[in-house]
């Protein structure tokens, strides 16, 4: 158990919906991190926030957004979704902008 | 859980040999490097990280190789075993953006 919790572990939706993907960091993690893994893509970096902004930015897609809370949790919202967007999005967290990830074990989405 | 059916170059050794997996790394101003390595259904587990004053970093079993010349990266495993069999992608932290960049990955298969 790496101590980054994801919510929901499965979600399917139809296209053009709108989902919430949370991230609770590991305690005393500042940093997150959020990546999608799809069949073809391998691991691709979204987006990094660092004790509630954000430090660095990916291949993110407009319809994508995310932020950081002042509890240090992450929500990812994934909005218009399209078949493509299917995908396993995992977050990682780290105690700095420097340290080793730790992953969560994922949000696996499902578009119909 | 579910693992994704990436189209991964596989590599299959005999329970008890040595095993390689190979990197290239494309930024040379990439100043961090780690092997994770992600079982099915699981998010990314770290392994072992080099940062890039250093060629050679030695694990538990696990050791990494770093050649900024030809900015090539390797895992050696040691007698390797069938939990070892997963997926292993090498990981770049660009100097100065802190977002960390996944390679490809490598399927490992051992062969009990």
């Known amino acids: 158990d790496s101590g980054v919790t994801q919510t929901p572990k499965h979600l399917i939706t139809a296209t053009g919906q709108r989902v919430t993907l949370r991230c609770s960091p590991r305690?005393?993690?500042?940093?997150v991190y959020w990546y999608q893994q799809s069949l073809d893509q391998g691991l691709q970096f979204l987006i990094q926030y660092y004790n509630g902004e954000e430090r660095a930015k990916g291949n993110i897609l407009e319809r994508f957004s995310a932020q950081q809370f002042p509890d240090l949790h992450s929500e990812l919202n994934l909005s218009s979704l399209e078949l493509g967007d299917s995908a396993l999005y995992f977050c990682?967290?780290?105690?700095?902008?420097?340290?080793?990830?730790?992953f969560g074990e994922g949000s696996r989405l499902t578009v119909l | 859980g579910e693992s994704v059916g990436l189209h991964l170059p596989t590599l299959s050794v005999q329970e008890g040999d040595n095993s390689i997996i190979n990197c290239a790394y494309s930024n040379s101003a990439s100043d961090y490097f780690i092997w994770y390595k992600q079982e099915s259904g699981k998010g990314p587990q770290f392994i072992i990280d080099i940062r890039s004053n250093m060629d050679k970093r030695q694990g538990q079993r696990v050791t990494v190789l770093l050649n900024k010349t030809v900015k090539h990266l390797s895992l050696q495993i040691a007698a390797t075993q069938p939990g070892d069999s997963a997926v292993y992608f090498c990981a770049e932290r660009g100097g100065g953006y802190q977002k960390v960049t996944f390679g490809t990955g490598t399927k490992l298969q051992v062969i009990p």
């Open positions: 990682a967290s780290s105690v700095d902008t420097t340290g080793e990830l730790f």
């Open positions: 305690s005393g993690d500042l940093s």
